[in-house]
């Protein structure tokens, strides 16, 4: 079945530092793939999404390429503020039947000053 | 209005009694889901609706879920006789047809 995995945290990172979070998938067809973040207190937002392969997805800063040929859609950014800080989820859907998407377990970053 | 709400935010709960958790969906968005974010199972699909369509209640871990949307809006998610393991986020995002998912804030459930 389809499933996502994802880079393991929690992740601490100094202000301007880079970020890679890795996500790598399993799934039939040509899914969609997005990167959603949660900030503390706050519900899950969209932070960007890619639906083709090669596609590049970008946000706030934020990019990450559709790769089918590692499936990958690894997550960069390459200055982190204190403001980032919040737990991130790779997903994907099919975009047909349900549509329902299916995460990652998510990686919490935090950036100190 | 202008996101997806649910209430309550917070619910706390004695095992085996029931609760009904609620959805209020972005005007217009034909599609309604329900995920579970429990510690240590991540973010859990749970069940879809779609229009007037038959539910896909492929996710539901047990007869004692049930959901449904009445109207083709606001939708109420049920379980019966709660147990300790279901206590967890349980979080609502509508969408249009094939379109992006927008969530809720969730409602964080306490069983005791």
């Known amino acids: 079945g389809d499933s996502v995995t994802q880079m393991e945290g929690p992740v601490t990172l100094s202000e301007e530092a880079f970020l890679t979070i890795n996500c790598t998938y399993t799934a039939t067809g040509y899914p969609s793939l997005f990167w959603y973040v949660q900030y503390p207190g706050e519900g899950l937002q969209l932070l960007l999404k890619a639906t083709k392969a090669d596609d590049k997805g970008s946000n706030k800063g934020f990019e990450a390429t559709y790769r089918k040929e590692t499936t990958s859609f690894h997550l960069e950014k390459g200055s982190v503020q204190v403001s980032d800080s919040a737990v991130y989820f790779c997903a994907l859907n099919q975009e047909t039947g349900a549509n329902n998407l299916f995460f990652g377990t998510g990686t919490r970053l935090t950036v100190i000053p | 209005g202008a996101g997806v709400s649910q209430s309550p935010s917070n619910k706390v709960t004695e095992k085996g009694k029931d609760v009904e958790l609620r959805c209020d969906p972005i005007?217009?968005?034909?599609?309604l889901y329900w995920y579970r974010q429990s510690l240590g199972q991540g973010l859990e699909f749970l069940i879809y609706?779609?229009?007037?369509?038959?539910?896909?209640k492929s996710g539901l871990p047990s007869d004692r879920f049930s959901a449904e949307r009445t109207g083709g809006s606001v939708s109420t998610l049920t379980i019966q006789r709660t147990q300790q393991e279901d206590s967890a986020v349980y979080l609502c995002?509508?969408?249009?047809?094939?379109?992006?998912?927008?969530f809720g804030a969730g409602t964080r459930l306490s069983v005791l």
């Open positions: 005007s217009g968005h034909t599609a």
């Open positions: 995002a509508s969408s249009s047809l094939a379109g992006i998912q927008y």
């Open positions: 609706f779609q229009g007037n369509s038959a539910p896909d």
